[in-house]
């Protein structure tokens, strides 16, 4: 239900968008806030609002780094910490909270955040978060320290090695039982998700993240391009890698989600074969798998009052396919749980977390330079400063903010800006970028720009989505989502000890 939407915007929406990103960048050679001002300075607020957007996403993007080098150093353990519940204090048993929930989310939500009961109760810092904080936010000074003379190296090894840690996963996750039932439920249509407003923000939004659009930070990159750089055919090529990893990236993702919902799904078959064999004295191994359902149907049809007395569990593969696939859910509870079933599990988890390391390091290389570039065009640093300073200074001042996330309540204002600080925002900036260019600055002086820089002008496809296609695309689905989100009472999950 996703892959659809996200396919069809990445096409329309975000490929031609990302051209006129890197054309505009690589022809006014300035950065965010320069190249808006260029055209007019009444439009400087919206390379101010990149800017912003760039910080805020920034800040809860290296949160996420930081809780993931937590998981990554605490990879190097056999068994892995989250494979089992804790003693309780007397040691005679194991942790209520921790036996009434799993080993993955208390883990997660008790043991890495020590997560408060609601978001209005801080609950002080979380020490050992604020330590990973300091490390996230070093590696990022260090990569960029002097902009995109280092980040440019880092990405050699940032950007290469997912793919070959995917490539890994892969062949291990296709020899895993139900990788199958998985990547059949990835590319099954879900009509009902399909028909709904968020789903298509969502995937709007994704295509903006994917692509690091809106955040100011790829006008700055193309800046750097040489004039007569062919940008035209560099979106294309960029536009049908991203699509490709995408695709590949959720086929690995659905290989180990299909094979955890196999698990539970078996699991839960197991306890109620277990419960029908000891309510009607039934000898082992006289109901299987193969023939639950008529079992379970035939006790229910001759002994309903029976059946309707025992603990029997609903067992949904498609609920177990859908639960948790998304946002923190998805890398730090699905595949942490999924992991704790592999043979060899520390190394399986050592090799996860570098590769999300490496996708949010090259994540928030743009992200940095979206914000230190209109800082300086702004002039609101001094000129005089080395980029050292500028990057030094930027990151101090990020971490300190950042120390938010690091509070027991961390969790639910991380949520918060993962739901409002990035979508809605970035596709009104990208809105305003293609009035700005098509309306403003001129469609037809942007066409000889480009056949200037390429030597040809766009095509008809170009054309129509810049006119028309692409920002009618981003109108309709801002105003049906604010439409929904204003009926919509707004709520959040909690993790709540005393109502597990």
């Known amino acids: 239900a996703f892959l659809i939407p996200y396919l069809i915007l990445l096409v329309l929406e975000g490929m031609p968008l990302l051209l006129l990103e890197f054309a505009i960048g690589q022809r006014l050679r300035k950065g965010s806030v320069g190249v808006w001002r260029a055209i007019s300075p009444y439009l400087t607020g919206v390379g101010i609002a990149s800017m912003l957007v760039s910080f805020l996403v920034g800040l809860y993007y290296n949160t996420l780094i930081a809780w993931i080098m937590w998981y990554l150093f605490n990879s190097f353990q056999d068994p892995l910490p989250w494979t089992q519940c804790p003693l309780n204090d007397n040691g005679t048993g194991f942790v209520p909270e921790c036996q009434q929930s799993s080993t993955v989310d208390y883990y997660f939500y008790r043991v890495t955040l020590n997560s408060s009961a609601s978001i209005s109760e801080s609950g002080g810092i979380h020490w050992p978060i604020v330590v990973c904080l300091v490390a996230a936010w070093t590696v990022i000074a260090i990569c960029y320290i002097r902009g995109i003379g280092t980040s440019g190296k880092a990405v050699y090894v940032t950007a290469i090695l997912p793919y070959i840690v995917l490539a890994i996963f892969l062949i291990r996750g296709l020899t895993l039982k139900g990788a199958l039932s998985g990547i059949k439920f990835l590319f099954t249509p879900d009509i009902d998700e399909l028909l709904k407003p968020t789903t298509w923000l969502d995937a709007g939004a994704q295509v903006f993240y994917a692509f690091s659009l809106a955040w100011g930070g790829l006008i700055s990159f193309s800046s750097y391009n040489p004039v007569h750089n062919n940008c035209m055919q560099d979106a294309v090529i960029l536009s049908a890698v991203t699509g490709f990893t995408s695709i590949y990236a959720a086929t690995v993702t659905y290989t180990i989600i299909g094979f955890r919902a196999t698990e539970k799904y078996d699991n839960c078959i197991s306890e109620n074969i277990m419960t029908l064999s000891n309510a009607f004295d039934l000898p082992e191994d006289s109901i299987t798998t193969s023939n639950y359902e008529a079992a379970f149907n035939h006790f229910n ?8 007395g025992l603990d029997i569990k609903t067992c949904d593969m498609h609920k177990l396919l859908s639960e948790g696939v998304e946002g923190t859910g998805l890398a730090f509870i699905v595949f942490t749980e999924a992991i704790t079933k592999m043979p060899g599990s520390p190394a399986w988890s050592v ?6 390391l490496c996708l949010g390091l090259s994540t928030l290389f743009g992200n940095i330079e979206g914000v230190v570039v209109p800082l300086k065009d702004l002039n609101m ?24 996330f690091a509070q027991h309540s961390g969790i639910y204002w991380l949520t918060l800006f993962d739901n409002f600080a990035g979508s809605v925002p970035l596709l009104t900036i990208g809105l305003f970028e293609m009035i700005a260019v098509v309306y403003i600055y001129g469609i037809d002086r942007f066409n000889e720009d480009l056949e200037f ?33 204003a009926q919509e009472e707004l709520t959040y999950l909690v993790w709540d000890p005393n109502s597990v």
Do not use: H, N
């Not at 049809?301 to 309707?308: A, F, G, M, R």
């Not at 090799?351 to 999300?356: K, N, P, S, V």
């Open 301 to 308: 049809s001759s002994s309903p009052d029976i059946v309707l």
């Open 351 to 356: 090799l996860f977390f570098i590769m999300l």
């Open 381 to 404: 640093l001094p000129k005089k400063w080395p980029q050292e300073a500028l990057t030094g200074v930027t990151c101090v001042v990020a971490f300190v903010i950042s120390l938010l």
């Open 453 to 485: 820089m390429v030597g040809r002008k766009p095509s008809i496809f170009w054309q129509v989505s810049w006119r028309f296609i692409s920002p009618l695309i981003v109108l309709v689905i801002l105003v049906f989502y604010l439409v929904t989100q």
